[in-house]
């Protein structure tokens, strides 16, 4: 049985070797991800030793608005094992453009610690020096040794720094968002206008006993006190992707390409063992055993699936060394020094691979123990094509309408988690149900689809649809594993349109306008002169504009805002009414009034600059800018004379071009250059862009199932041709030309690409718009139509590619060789 099982893998290498095929890229999808986890583990590892080494104990103030003062700073630094304790200062700043206008992405301020390590040139050594983060030396178009210019915090005057280095500030919370430029602490101080510390970092002995030592010296207070291990492992978590979740999201996708493989193996080893018919037979008839036999089949899956997973591993290797640019550009720059091969990656890889090719050889395996020697003396003909049992089709619908049902729990679900496992596990029930009603599932669509084929390629395209329907388990074997990559794709796609479709209504809610302009820095006594607004609403191009005044008040005695607003935005109103709005009364949003515990028809009393005042509350009101606290203007002029504007939102007629929208803007608020100036479609892009990069990566690993499922039809189509050999070669004799036989077997191959297509769509439309529906209940669903007829039009013409090697082989083989053949 050895020489007999050699002999066969020499005799079918060319058969085996699309089979090997898939199993190579499986395993190198396995081996990629594992390598890939293994680096991301080593790169986190470390940055933590790294961080632990800068800081033996980190305190970071929760809230920002109680921040760590000089006086906590002192208390530790007077513990007797501390060397050295640094505050870091953090902060808003106005960064200016060689005009002197605000860039429009400014970055934060913060004084540079021991945390800050500069990857180009050196940290500032003097107050004239700066340090940028390096997405920020991208946005400024700045490098080492050139001079920008900043607005002094206090007085507003230009202050000037040259740059002295680049840093990374990978994993530093807000740095990490927005980008940032580092100064001495004094400079920080005076740009920023920030006296308090958002967090602490301590050197000084063993990290647990000092970080005691430090929380006692800190006291109690809105604080976080770690060790600096326990700090470095927070930020790593926040470096951008975390390897935990990338991880888990690479083996998902692994294992779906290695479920895909299996299609194809499966399928090849069927066909194999249907065309050896007599070959098994007449090693039954020498003396083999089932046993045998069974075993015979399984050595050649072990040999095909263990050379190819050898070679899927030294492929996933070099994969993942590639992935590590791509990560870096994805905005997670991983050192080639962190790459990593673990001997348990090069076990399990190697296991995989082979495990799943052995596992779908297991049925063929058992088929050919089923051939009876008799079957030597027969002439070998095709296997009639099984018919769908009732009991198959019972459990394919029970399995099927178990789908619809979890989806449907996870749709009336109000969970936040259990519903998108609701709607996942009801996919793979349905799509189980969708694998038993298989054969069904190709004789119905490949019908519809071969009708038009029938009618207008007369002979070759009647002869490709009864080919593609001769055999509708084997075919529906072969859709199936190209159907799990379109529904995939599909699905992705509804998410990812629905997504984007939200994201465009989303930011309309939260920013109502095309541009909201408010004053510099977060001090809330600071105003924009109400001349800007002015100026705004005057203009021709300006279509819509509203302006919101608040100042502070105390209410019960904690210090509140009481706002006003006039212009196009008007609340909505939820309880009571705004007709006759006017001086003492007060419109309240519900969150506030449940606050207070006051409703409509109660009164707020109020201290105004130190005088008392009452309001009678006279409606409910709601809307995305609606203040909580809201009064007619004119009776806030009154309690607030001469108060400048908090916010101005301007719209402006539909197709106006930004440039020149932004333009208006910028010379209304000339007067004020470091007023910040918030583009809506600034923000849309820019979340755009985010789930365009996600969108991507996804699609990318799903295009590897794809490419499986194409090996998978070039197999069958191959393994088809040569089984038909002869009756190719009768149909050639009988008049059907190279050019005939060509399409013929072309459009058998687009059916089956094109049923794929279908039935995948479908699926990935359903639980797509599902999966979306509950990720968020507000979720503006959307069928990406265009990206749906591409992924129907690449099905095809991936059905005309998977046909090319069979094309290749049916025409160059002989006529009379291939009627001598059997």
């Keep these: 049985m050895l020489k007999l099982t050699l002999a066969g893998l020499r005799a079918h290498r060319r058969r085996l070797l699309l089979a090997a095929l898939a199993t190579l890229l499986g395993t190198a999808f396995v081996a990629g991800t594992l390598v890939l986890s293994d680096t991301l583990r080593t790169n986190t590892d470390r940055t933590v030793a790294g961080n632990a080494d800068k800081a033996d104990v980190a305190v970071v103030a929760d809230n920002q608005l109680r921040k760590l003062d000089q006086a906590a700073v002192d208390r530790v630094a007077a513990i007797a094992s501390v060397r050295q304790v640094q505050g870091l200062v953090i902060g808003d700043i106005t960064v200016l453009d060689r005009n002197g206008r605000p860039v429009r992405d400014q970055p934060m301020g913060f004084s540079v610690t021991m945390r800050t390590t500069a990857v180009q040139g050196r940290l500032p050594a003097g107050d004239g020096e700066a340090v940028l983060a390096e997405q920020t030396a991208k946005t400024l178009a700045s490098g080492v040794g050139d001079t920008i210019t900043l607005v002094d915090h206090a007085t507003g005057e230009p202050h000037s720094v040259r740059v002295s280095g680049l840093s990374s500030v990978t994993g530093q919370g807000i740095l990490a968002l927005r980008g940032g430029i580092g100064f001495t602490a004094p400079v920080a101080r005076q740009l920023t206008g920030q006296t308090g510390f958002s967090e602490m970092y301590v050197k000084g002995g063993d990290p647990q006993g000092l970080k005691a030592k430090v929380a006692a010296a800190v006291g109690s207070g809105p604080y976080e006190v770690f060790s600096g291990q326990e700090f470095a492992e927070r930020q790593a978590a926040g470096s951008g992707i975390d390897p935990v979740v990338l991880r888990s999201g690479l083996v998902m996708f692994a294992l779906i390409a290695l479920f895909v493989a299996m299609f194809v193996i499966y399928n090849t080893f069927s066909i194999l063992v249907a065309q050896r018919t007599r070959e098994l037979a007449l090693a039954r008839c020498v003396g083999a055993s089932r046993g045998q036999v069974f075993g015979g089949v399984l050595a050649e899956s072990a040999v095909v699936g263990l050379g190819a997973a050898v070679a899927g591993l030294l492929a996933g290797i070099g994969a993942g060394y590639l992935a590590l640019p791509v990560m870096s550009a994805f905005g997670t720059p991983i050192s080639p020094d962190s790459f990593t091969v673990t001997p348990t990656t090069v076990v399990l890889s190697v296991l995989a691979g082979l495990l799943a090719t052995v596992a779908a050889a297991l049925l063929p395996a058992a088929a050919a123990t089923r051939v009876p020697p008799v079957a030597a003396l027969r002439f070998q003909a095709e296997p009639r094509p099984e018919r769908l049992n009732r009991a198959r089709a019972a459990v394919a619908a029970l399995l099927c309408a178990a789908g619809v049902a979890s989806t449907a729990g996870g749709l009336a679900s109000n969970g936040k988690t259990y519903p998108l496992v609701l709607v996942a596990f009801g996919g793979l029930l349905f799509f189980a149900g969708v694998i038993l009603f298989g054969p069904v599932i190709v004789r119905v669509f490949g019908g519809m689809v071969g009708l038009p084929i029938r009618r207008t390629l007369g002979v070759p395209g009647r002869l490709a649809v009864a080919n593609a329907m001769r055999n509708p388990k084997r075919a529906a074997t072969t859709v199936l594993a190209l159907i799990i990559g379109i529904t995939l794709t599909t699905g992705v796609s509804v998410i990812t349109s629905s997504l984007e479709s939200s994201v465009g209504v989303g930011v309309g809610e939260a920013l109502p306008a095309d541009y909201v302009i408010t004053p510099p820095g977060t001090d809330s006594s600071v105003t924009l002169p109400r001349s800007i607004g002015d100026s705004l609403r005057g203009h021709d191009g300006v279509t819509e504009f509203t302006r919101v005044r608040e100042a502070p008040v105390a209410v019960k005695g904690a210090t509140s805002m009481l706002s006003t607003m006039e212009g196009a935005i008007a609340p909505g109103v939820v309880q009571g009414s705004l007709d006759g709005f006017g001086p003492g009364q007060v419109a309240l949003r519900p969150e506030r009034a449940s606050e207070l515990g006051v409703g409509v028809g109660g009164t707020v009393s109020m201290t105004v600059a130190g005088r008392p005042v009452e309001a009678k509350v006279v409606a409910l009101v709601t809307g995305n800018v609606v203040p909580r606290t809201l009064v007619v203007p004119g009776w806030f002029d009154e309690l607030f004379p001469r108060r400048g504007d908090t916010s101005l939102l301007v719209g402006f007629a539909p197709g106006t071009a930004p440039d020149a929208s932004r333009a208006v803007v910028d010379e209304a608020t000339a007067a004020v250059p470091t007023a910040k100036i918030v583009a809506t479609t600034d923000a849309k892009n820019r979340l755009e862009a985010s789930l365009n ?31 038909r050999s002869r009756e190719s070669a009768m149909l050639r004799a009988f008049g059907l030309t190279k ?20 039935v995948g769509v479908l699926l990935g439309c359903g639980f797509g718009l599902a999966a979306a529906r509950v990720i968020n209940d507000d979720i503006v669903l959307s069928l990406p139509y265009g990206r749906i007829a591409l992924i129907l039009a690449g099905a095809a013409v991936a059905g005309v590619v998977a046909a090319l090697l069979p094309l290749r082989q049916a025409a160059k083989t002989s006529v009379v060789e291939a009627l001598a053949a059997q």
């Design 693 to 723: 990069q996600v969108t991507a990566l996804i699609t990318g690993l799903l295009a590897l199932a794809v490419l499986i499922s194409l090996i998978g039809i070039a197999n069958t189509m191959t393994l088809s041709v040569l089984e």
């Design 739 to 758: 050019r005939h036989l060509r399409l013929m077997l072309t459009t058998e191959a687009v059916i089956f690409g094109i049923v794929g297509g279908i």
